[in-house]
């Protein structure tokens, strides 16, 4: 081994004795920046990653180590030094193994120097080191299986130029079967074949971030080949003009056992796919514990079945044998009850029926251009989960994100598969179990106590109900075996003790019928399970089918096996009708609702019966404009019940038609709002930290003004980053940036919260203002390059607030909104009455309205506020995708991380937003970008004058090369 080191760092000192080196890294540095900033546009790409860094290692590397290779032997042979060393008491193994680790050592350094890089991409944006270090790893070993093969081809030639294109070549051989060029022309299997035999491809796959043990060790049997191919082409050097003999038969039997056992070893390995390692921060190739508890509740098998074309489009070619091996994985962790299949449909013209006719799956349509022509492929790319009877499918645009860096140039990643599949799965599965026992996912004992006061106080309607919650507590006792009991309790009784209690505990308070009608009676339900407490909503039709509904809604709660439902509050609006040429009024949310959909069942509500759907799980409230009393009532006491309310409403409204128009608004809840210690200011925050956004611009040219849209910084477009979020039990996992168009900033009451939980989630730079103009127009020919005047308060400002705990209502100690609304319904039908004959008739057919009101809500209530109309619309959303260049949706992965962490159902929460392309950049002026590129050059010119100080000592300090090699090797002998 002394030896071998011996040689390594002479052949080491020898590269820095020459101009080699310097010429090396010099080339390798400044291709390597070229590559990053000027074919990768690293900052129009607005990713903070270093993917562009390694993305042409692969090709680049072929002509590096060639260069770096073709002079080892090849020099040795022209000089005649060769012989000299061959019969020299030192053995091939240890000259070979020293050059190669020579080479190694100079590539190490070379990558050493690009560390600036990553370095200063950490400074301005959040970037993961995993896959950074992952790829630095695949570097290496790609490096070291070039310079084997380098040292090979050199070693059969006296001539440096044919040594350096024999190297290119043989190494070029490696790099094309995984290559594009060739996958593109097959099928998925044989693809899939071609990718496993390709360096280029096997350091895809360890550049992501996942470190397979098979594709390190595919370079390791390289270099051990052509290692072994190097030694035995010295040993035949010194064999040359000799007879056959028994050593030379031995030692061509040796080097072929060799060589075979290297390359056997990978097939060996090839169906070993846990020896892998995701560096990932977010794990996001591997199976996460919440997907094992999901698969953890099956009963009944499940079919996971991918539907995948052998020719299919060659950007998602590459995908399909990483969705196979996640998808593998699923199986393994789902212990033997969940089935994986793989199926071309073109082969299985049965099956591509039934996903046709039973599961909607039809292939799509993909252009692809090649050389010669443009054609069509129609192809499937899709996946079907099936439990029972439930099934789920997911397509291409379900499973990717498109990064757009040019106008023909995209980069298609998977988005977030195991999430993607993971919450297919939930959905069948709680669909599943919906359909079955109700209380085959509920623990212990459920109560159900009505808190009512004797019948002859009751009106008639509810002493029918009271009669009636009997006879479903009985059906519920027999259908979960014994485990539900019911308890009837007087407030009233034991001198109003009860009542006090509920009232402290609940806000439970006497209701009446009629403003006018002096008497109070109690009726109200609760269901109590494991110490957790639901109030059971009265029905508004005082019917039995109604009120047992409401309390298996009030179960359905208990358990984590069924889906949640939100009840969503929009703006009314119209949808276009482009038939007639008429566009669309209002605001739209289908992308919010498409998010929400895919985990939860959305019902709409307009709030105008004073009540908020009895089977809502969460309410949310967007853009809310000019709610009335009875609207506010409904979400006053959806809150005093213990519920959890989104609200994303500011005092401005934006519309983007025409140009940028600001307009004052209400939202009815402004006063509501001030009860509850919270306060929307009316004014919009600006921020010198804000996002692009493509504004129509003026300009004067002689004597016309020129409209034009230009791309510019928009301070009203605030750029939250993790400095601005506050993230409490993973309420913000996933969300690495957030844009917030036209926000009020928002205050606190600290004196009425005093009591509750008050969490700052978002709030601007240090660098924002405020302003109430309701211009949002830039004037620059006024204010500059910044557009706008900034303002005097400069400072962080409140755009995202979670208030938790005990809220008192608006509405305590007032009669209910719906029993006055009730009264003037009444006055106008006994108007409408006295005309008729029959007015007993109908007296007793009139419909009596309930009044009770929440005084005070349990600790479990929450508001969460976010202050802009705007930020959760399509418009908006797509704006801001056409300037990222990609699928933004940060501002609804937000509110559905809401939703999860109200509801506890937190198993997707830390897997939602694990994107490819999550990890943006800070937002940087030209000038800064400009400093952080020229920057890195500087650093590298400064990495290569410290190697031409190197270069200058190793030229001094060189002793002669043979001669220590001698003296060693003479020593040994």
């Given at each position: 081994m002394k030896t071998v080191l011996r040689v390594a760092r002479k052949e080491f000192a020898g590269f820095f004795a020459t101009p080699v080196a310097f010429i090396f890294f010099g080339s390798f540095l400044l291709i390597t920046l070229f590559i990053v900033f000027w074919l990768e546009t690293f900052f129009a790409r607005n990713i903070a990653d270093i993917r562009p860094l390694f993305s042409w290692m692969p090709a680049l590397l072929i002509f590096l180590c060639a260069a770096l290779t073709m002079r080892m032997w090849a020099e040795e042979r022209r000089s005649g030094t060769l012989e000299f060393l061959l019969t020299a008491p030192v053995s091939p193994t240890s000259l070979v193994l020293g050059k190669f680790l020579a080479g190694l050592a100079l590539v190490a350094v070379a990558l050493l120097l690009t560390l600036p890089l990553p370095t200063t991409v950490s400074f301005i944006g959040p970037l993961d080191w995993g896959p950074v270090g992952a790829g630095y790893l695949a570097t290496f070993f790609l490096a070291a299986a070039y310079l084997a093969i380098g040292l090979f081809i050199s070693v059969r030639s006296d001539n440096q130029i044919i040594s350096l294109i024999g190297a290119v070549l043989a190494c070029a051989i490696f790099y094309l079967p995984g290559s594009h060029a060739l996958t593109s022309l097959v099928g998925n299997r044989a693809g899939e074949i071609l990718r496993l035999l390709g360096s280029g491809s096997r350091f895809e796959s360890i550049t992501r971030g996942v470190i397979d043990l098979r594709d390190l060790y595919f370079y390791f049997s390289v270099c051990a080949v052509f290692l072994t191919l190097n030694v035995y082409g010295l040993e035949r050097l010194r064999w040359a003009g000799n007879t056959n003999n028994r050593r030379h038969r031995l030692w061509n039997l040796l080097t072929l056992l060799l060589i075979a056992n290297f390359l056997a070893a990978n097939f060996w390995?090839?169906?070993?796919?846990?020896?892998?390692?995701?560096?990932?921060?977010?794990r996001i190739y591997s199976i996460s514990q919440a997907t094992r508890n999901y698969l953890h509740q099956l009963k009944e098998p499940l079919l996971i079945r991918g539907y995948f074309s052998a020719q299919t489009h060659p950007l998602l070619a590459p995908l399909v044998p990483r969705i196979r091996d996640l998808l593998k994985e699923y199986r393994i962790a789902g212990n033997g009850k969940v089935r994986v299949e793989f199926i071309d449909p073109a082969e299985h013209p049965d099956l591509e029926q039934v996903a046709g006719q039973k599961y909607g799956i039809r292939p799509v349509p993909f252009e692809t251009n090649s050389k010669y022509r443009s054609t069509v492929t129609n192809s499937y790319f899709n996946i079907l989960i099936k439990y029972g009877d439930q099934f789920q499918t997911l397509g291409f645009r379900d499973l990717i994100e498109v990064k757009a860096r040019g106008e023909n140039d995209l980069e298609v990643e998977l988005r977030n598969p195991e999430?993607?599949?993971?919450r297919a799965i939930k959905k069948v599965l709680y669909a599943y179990q919906g359909s079955g026992n109700l209380f085959s996912g509920i623990k212990g004992r459920v109560t159900i106590t009505c808190y009512c006061s004797p019948e002859n106080k009751l009106p008639r309607p509810l002493a029918g109900l009271k009669k009636d919650l009997t006879a479903i507590a009985d059906k519920l006792n027999k259908s979960s075996g014994g485990r539900v009991d019911l308890r009837m309790v007087d407030p009233e009784a034991d001198g109003g003790k009860v009542a006090a209690e509920i009232n402290k505990k609940f806000g439970f308070q006497p209701m009446m019928v009629s403003?006018?009608?002096?008497?109070?009676?109690?009726?109200?339900?609760?269901?109590?399970?494991?110490?957790?407490?639901?109030?059971?909503?009265?029905?508004?039709?005082?019917?039995e089918p109604s009120l047992n509904r409401d309390i298996n809604d009030g179960l359905k709660r208990f358990s984590r096996g069924f889906l949640k439902t939100i009840a969503l509050y929009t703006p009314p609006s119209t949808p276009p009708m482009p038939q007639y040429n008429i566009p669309g009024s209002g605001k739209s949310f289908r992308l919010l609702r498409k998010v929400l959909g895919e985990?939860?069942?959305?019902?709409?509500?307009?709030?105008?019966?004073?009540r908020v759907p009895a089977d809502a799980d969460f309410l949310m409230l967007i853009a809310p404009g000019n709610l009335d009393e009875k609207q506010v009532f409904a979400v006053d006491q959806f809150l005093m019940q213990g519920g959890s309310v989104a609200i994303a409403a500011a005092p401005f409204d934006v519309n983007l038609r025409g140009g940028l128009q600001a307009t004052a608004t209400k939202?009815?809840?402004?006063?509501?709002?001030?009860?509850?210690?919270?306060?929307t200011k009316k004014t919009m925050v600006l921020d010198e930290q804000n996002s692009a956004f493509p504004v129509p611009v003026e300009r004067q040219v002689g004597m016309f003004r020129v409209r034009e849209t230009r791309l510019i910084n928009y301070p009203y477009f605030l750029d939250i980053r993790p400095s601005g979020m506050r993230d409490i039990e993973g309420l913000l996992s996933g969300i690495r940036q957030l844009t917030i168009s036209w926000a009020s900033p928002i205050t606190v009451d600290q004196q009425k919260n005093t009591t509750r939980k008050v969490v700052q989630l978002l709030h601007s730079s240090p660098r924002s203002w405020t302003s109430d103009s309701l211009t949002i127009q830039p004037d620059f020919e006024r204010y500059g390059a910044a557009g706008f005047k900034t303002g005097d308060d400069l400072g962080a400002k409140t755009v995202g607030l979670l208030v938790e705990g005990t809220f008192n209502s608006w509405f305590a100690g007032k009669p209910s909104p719906l029993l006055a609304d009730a009264k003037r319904d009444k006055d106008k039908k006994d108007t409408k009455e006295k005309t008729r004959k029959d007015e007993n008739k109908a007296k007793k057919d009139e419909k009596i309205t309930i009044g009770r009101v929440l005084a005070h809500s349990p600790e479990s209530a929450r508001i969460f506020l976010f202050p802009s109309n705007t930020f959760l619309t399509d418009t908006a959303i797509g704006l801001l995708s056409s300037v990222l260049h990609t699928g933004y949706q940060a501002p609804v992965q937000l509110m559905a991380n809401v939703v999860d962490w109200s509801l506890e159902d937190r198993g997707l929460l830390a897997m939602r937003g694990r994107s490819q392309f999550a990890r943006t950049l800070l937002p940087l002026t030209g000038k800064e970008q400009v400093f952080w590129e020229y920057l890195n050059y500087g650093l590298a010119a400064a990495g290569l004058l410290l190697i031409w100080l190197l270069r200058l000592g190793a030229r001094r300090h060189a002793q002669t090369y043979y001669q220590s090699i001698l003296a060693h090797g003479r020593t040994e002998a």
């Open positions: 390995l090839a169906p070993i796919s846990s020896l892998r390692y995701d560096t990932t921060r977010n999430y993607d599949i993971t403003l006018l009608d002096p008497r109070t009676f109690y009726f109200y339900i609760t269901l109590e399970n494991n110490g957790r407490v639901i109030q059971v909503p009265l029905p508004g039709d005082f019917a985990e939860y069942t959305i019902v709409d509500t307009d709030l105008k019966k004073g939202s009815g809840l402004a006063p509501w709002l001030a009860h509850m210690g919270i306060t």
